[in-house]
C-alpha cells in the first residue's frame, strides 16, 4: 500500500510515474470509502486527485502555497498533506474540516469555504513573498474552477494579478464537455512545445533584441507579439486570460499524470502571470458519482456498491422540501413569481420551480451580488422574485441587499436556505449571521416559520407583502407542531401557551423547543408563556410592553447570534435586562446539527434548565 508511507509530499518525488498512479488510485479508493461513512463532496475530490498529486509533486510545500478556491475539492490534498490518519473523522465534531483549514494545518494557506477568492488571495500572498529576502521566496499557486469564473470577485483578482504582473500560477479546472475535444495530441504538443524551458529561453531572447533593436512602436515588434497569440488562438480557449495579462497553457488531461507533471514542471518556472488550464473528471473512478455529479457533489453517507443513500429521501419532509412544494403551488396561481438561484438549484429546491416553469427561473451561477441586483430589475418591473440563497452565502450580497432592494423598498423574497446550525461543513457555512446582519437595515422584514405548516402560510404572506422581506428556515426535517395556527399579519405574534411565572419570546426553530421546555417546567409546578415571535423585525411591540409590564422574568430564543440578534432587540425596544438564548460571538466548527444544538443549549432540556437557574 503505497499510500501508508506517504506521512507528507516529500515522499512523492521517491516515487515513480507508475507508482503515483497507483497511488492515485488508492486515494481515490480511500476518498470514496470514508465519504461513504462521513458525508461529504465527493465528486469535485474524486476530479481532483491527480492534480494534487501534480501540484505537491512539483512545488515545495508548505513553503510553496497553493490557495484552493472554495476548497470542497481538497480532500487529497488533505491525504498528501499527513492527515491521512485522521480522514475517518472527515466532517466529524473535533474532526477534519471538510475544507481547508488554517488551524489544521500549514498546507492549509486559509481557511475557506465561499467561492472566487482563491486569485485574490494568492495575490495578497505574492506582493508580501516579494518583499520578503531572496531565501524566503516561493511559489504561489491559486486553484480554481469553471464555477468560480461565474464570480465577479475572481474577475477582480485575475485582472489585477495581470495589472502588477506578479509571478502567480493560476490553475483553472472545468470539467465542461465542450473543452474536453481540445484534449488532444495537437493541443498536448503545442502546450509541450510552448511550456519548455528552451522556447520560453528563445521567447525571451526575442522580446529582449526587439525592444533594444527595433525602433519603438514598429509593426515588426507587435507583428512579434500577435504571432504566438494568433497561433494558440487557433487552437485553444486562450485569448481571454491572454488579454488579462496572463500566459495560457492549456486545457491538459487533469486526469493524466503521464502529461500534467512535466507540463506543470515546466510551467511552474516560468515568471510572472501564468493560467495553466486542465479538464477533469467529476466523480472520476467512482461510476455512480460520475453519472451523477451534482447528487455526489455534496452526497449524505451512501453505499458504494450501488451509489444508494443510506439517508431516507427527506425531499417533502425537510424545510427546504417544503419551500420547494409551496413556491410550485403558487407560482401555479402568480404568473410573476420568478425564482433566482446562485449555482444551487437542487440544494435550495428550487429544481423542481426550474422543471415546472423553465421560463421564471433563473440561475446565474455564483453570484449571489448579481443575484441580489438582478432580482432588483425584476421587482422593480412589477414581478415577484424569490431569491433562494443559503444564509451564509445570502452576506456576499450585503451592499446589494442595502443598496439595490432596501434603499428602493423592492418587494425581493429572501428565501434563506441553512439558517442557523448547519453542520458538518463547518464555520464557513453555518448560517448564524443573518438576523444580525440584516435586522438593522431599513425597510427589511426578517420572519420565520416555527413548522411545516406555518412555513406554508408566510411564503404566501411574504410574496404578497411586496416589500424586501428574508425568510429564515433550518437544514433539518421540518416539524409537524400541535397548537393551531393564525393567519400571518406583519409584526404580530402568535402567543402559543399561557404562564404567570415568566415569558420566552421565541423564533422560528427555537419555538418547539422551547414550548417543549415549558410543558416540562409546567410538570414540576413552574409556569411560564410561550410566544412565537414570527418576527424579528419588525417586534411585535404591543406584546412584548404588555409582557414587560407584566412578567419579572423575559426570556428570548434565537438560533443565530446573541450579538445583535433578536434578543438585543427586545432588549433595547423594553429597556430592561432580557435573559437571551442564542449563539456566543465565536465561530461554530463543524459537527452533526444534533451535536452542536447539545453544545449551544438548545434542545429543550437546556432550556428548561437555563429559565429554572435563572428565576
Known amino acids: ?29 480511500r476518498i470514496i470509502e470514508v465519504v461513504s461513512v462521513t458525508g461529504g463532496h465527493l465528486a469535485s475530490s474524486l476530479g481532483t486527485v ?26 487529497a490534498h488533505k491525504i498528501l498533506t499527513g492527515r491521512n490518519k485522521d480522514f475517518l473523522c472527515l466532517r466529524q465534531y473535533n474532526g477534519l474540516s471538510g475544507f481547508p483549514s488554517k488551524d489544521e494545518s500549514a498546507y492549509d494557506s486559509f481557511t475557506t469555504g465561499h467561492s472566487s477568492t482563491a486569485v485574490s488571495l494568492a495575490l495578497g500572498l505574492a506582493c508580501a513573498r516579494d518583499g520578503l529576502p531572496k531565501e524566503e521566496q516561493h511559489k504561489v499557486v491559486a486553484v480554481i474552477g469553471d464555477g468560480s469564473l461565474s464570480g465577479g470577485l475572481c474577475f477582480e483578482g485575475l485582472n489585477n494579478v495581470g495589472h502588477l504582473n506578479k509571478d502567480i500560477l493560476v ?41 533594444s ?4 512602436g514598429s509593426r515588426l515588434i507587435k507583428l512579434a507579439n500577435k504571432f504566438e497569440e494568433g497561433l494558440k488562438g487557433l487552437f485553444v480557449p486562450g485569448m481571454f486570460f491572454e488579454e488579462l495579462g496572463f500566459r495560457y497553457f492549456g486545457p491538459f488531461d487533469g486526469n493524466n499524470l503521464n502529461t500534467l507533471i512535466p507540463n506543470l514542471k515546466n510551467v511552474i518556472n516560468i515568471k510572472g502571470p501564468r493560467l495553466f488550464h486542465v479538464v477533469t473528471k467529476k466523480g472520476k473512478g467512482y461510476a455512480p458519482a460520475e453519472n451523477e455529479p451534482v447528487r455526489f457533489h455534496s452526497a449524505a453517507p451512501f453505499e458504494i456498491k450501488t451509489g444508494k443513500s443510506l439517508q431516507r429521501d427527506a425531499f417533502g419532509k425537510s424545510y427546504t422540501g417544503v419551500f420547494s412544494e409551496a413556491l410550485v403551488d403558487l407560482a401555479r396561481e402568480n404568473a410573476k413569481i420568478v425564482a433566482i438561484t446562485a ?22 451561477g455564483i453570484a449571489e451580488e448579481h443575484a441580489v441586483c438582478f432580482a432588483a430589475g425584476l421587482a422593480r418591473e412589477g414581478q415577484h422574485p424569490v431569491v433562494a440563497i443559503y444564509s451564509t452565502f445570502l452576506q456576499r450580497a450585503y451592499d446589494q441587499i442595502i443598496e439595490c432592494v432596501a434603499l428602493q423598498n423592492l418587494g425581493v423574497v429572501f428565501a434563506l436556505d441553512r439558517a442557523g446550525l448547519v453542520g458538518e461543513d463547518g464555520p464557513t457555512h453555518q448560517g448564524v449571521f443573518d438576523i444580525a446582519y440584516l435586522s438593522h437595515i431599513p ?12 412555513f406554508k402560510g408566510l411564503l404566501k404572506f411574504a410574496i404578497e407583502l411586496n416589500r424586501p422581506i428574508a425568510l429564515r428556515y433550518p437544514k433539518c426535517a421540518a416539524v409537524q407542531s400541535p397548537w393551531s395556527k393564525e393567519p400571518w399579519k406583519l409584526a404580530r405574534a402568535q402567543k402559543l401557551k399561557d404562564g404567570k411565572e415568566f415569558l420566552i419570546f421565541a423564533f422560528g426553530s427555537m419555538v418547539l423547543p422551547c414550548w417543549e421546555a415549558a410543558l416540562e417546567l409546567d410538570r414540576q409546578g413552574i409556569s411560564g408563556t410561550v410566544v412565537n415571535a414570527r418576527f424579528a423585525k419588525p417586534l411585535d411591540e404591543q406584546l412584548l410592553r404588555e409582557a414587560g409590564r407584566n412578567f419579572k422574568f423575559i426570556f428570548t430564543a434565537e438560533e443565530g447570534l446573541l450579538k445583535g440578534g433578536m434578543g438585543s432587540a427586545v432588549a433595547d425596544m423594553l429597556n430592561r435586562p432580557v435573559i437571551k438564548i442564542g449563539l456566543p460571538e465565536e465561530f461554530v466548527p463543524c459537527g452533526g446539527r444534533k451535536i452542536l444544538l447539545e453544545r449551544y443549549g438548545f434542545t429543550a432540556a437546556a432550556i428548561a434548565q437555563r429559565i429554572k437557574e435563572n428565576i
Open 443 to 454: 425597510n427589511i422584514t426578517i420572519a420565520a416559520p416555527a413548522d411545516a405548516e406555518e
Open 343 to 364: 449555482a444551487m438549484p437542487e440544494g435550495t429546491g428550487l429544481d423542481k420551480f426550474r422543471d415546472n416553469f423553465r421560463e421564471r427561473f433563473f440561475d446565474v
Open 171 to 211: 490553475i483553472l479546472n472545468t470539467n465542461e464537455l465542450s473543452i474536453a475535444p481540445n484534449v488532444g495530441a495537437l493541443s498536448t504538443y503545442l502546450n509541450k512545445l510552448i511550456s519548455m524551458p528552451i522556447y520560453n529561453r528563445f521567447k525571451g531572447s526575442l522580446e529582449n533584441f526587439a525592444k
Open 213 to 216: 533593436r527595433i525602433p519603438k
Open 1 to 29: 500500500m503505497l499510500l501508508e508511507k506517504i506521512t507528507s509530499p516529500g515522499e512523492l518525488k521517491k516515487l515513480s510515474g507508475e507508482e503515483l498512479v497507483a497511488l492515485a488510485g488508492e486515494i481515490r479508493q
Open 50 to 75: 491527480e492534480l494534487s498529486i501534480a501540484l505537491h509533486y512539483c512545488l515545495n510545500t508548505p513553503k510553496d502555497k497553493i490557495v484552493w478556491d472554495v476548497g470542497h475539492q481538497c480532500y
